[in-house]
């Protein structure tokens, strides 16, 4: 990413951790949910917000037969 999209990146980061520390979740569930967003992010090297459902069901396609 370049640094706009970074800088782009780190808001929304903060937004997700901020959102779910207000939802009550645990600081368990939410390392675990940054951490998937952190690698999705990686994966496709674009913010959040920029991917698209497609993306993801690659994304999630390549991890089932990985995992599987």
Known sequence: MN???QTH???L????????????KSERTIEMYSRS????T???DMPPD???TE????YFLK????HS
Do not use: C, M, P, W
């Open 37 to 40: 967003l952190r690698k999705i």
């Open 3 to 5: 640094d706009k999209d």
């Open 50 to 52: 920029q991917i698209t």
């Open 42 to 44: 990686e994966t496709f």
């Open 63 to 66: 991890l089932a037969q990985s």
């Open 9 to 11: 990146y780190n808001a």
């Open 13 to 24: 980061y903060e937004q997700h951790v901020n959102a779910l520390t207000l939802q009550g």
């Open 55 to 58: 993306h993801l069901k690659q």
